[in-house]
């Protein structure tokens, strides 16, 4: 994980084409345009959205990565797919618990983003 920000964009871009194609599933399956694939929204919004945010902060910042930046990236991308699976889980019949772990997941990653921005504010920002 030497380049960060560039892990981010990649996994970003994975996540928003696989949003692409799950949206595209009432159109395959003769179902109301309206009906999208439960969970699929939070892989657009937690997942790729906040990826390709969180790269841009890392890439902006110009710093050495240590272990809490490559940390909270990891917990962003496992809350995301988590999320987005236990979403579709519970949206069908099954339990919530995957979905409420992705929560979880993903509210710990951006606590340490909240973190990481307070203790180390770019350079530009700083007051």
């Known amino acids: 994980?030497?380049?960060?920000?560039?892990?981010?964009?990649?996994?970003?871009?994975?996540?928003?084409?696989?949003e692409?194609?799950?949206?595209?599933?009432?159109?395959?399956?003769?179902?109301?345009?309206?009906?999208?694939?439960?969970?699929?929204?939070?892989?657009?919004?937690?997942?790729?959205?906040?990826?390709?945010?969180?790269?841009?902060?890392y890439r902006i910042s110009r710093r050495h990565f240590d272990g809490l930046d490559k940390l909270q990236v990891v917990l962003a991308i496992i809350g995301t797919l988590t999320l987005a699976v236990g979403t579709t889980i519970a949206n069908i019949g099954g339990p919530s618990t995957p979905m409420l772990f992705g929560i979880a997941i993903q509210l710990c990653g951006m606590a340490l983003f909240a973190y990481i921005t307070i203790k180390r504010p770019l350079p530009m920002l700083a007051v």
């Open 1 to 18: 994980m030497a380049n960060l920000p560039r892990l981010c964009w990649r996994v970003a871009a994975c996540l928003a084409f696989l």
């Open 20 to 57: 692409m194609l799950f949206s595209l599933q009432p159109f395959i399956t003769g179902l109301a345009t309206d009906t999208l694939l439960p969970g699929t929204h939070y892989l657009n919004l937690t997942g790729w959205i906040g990826l390709a945010l969180y790269g841009t902060y």
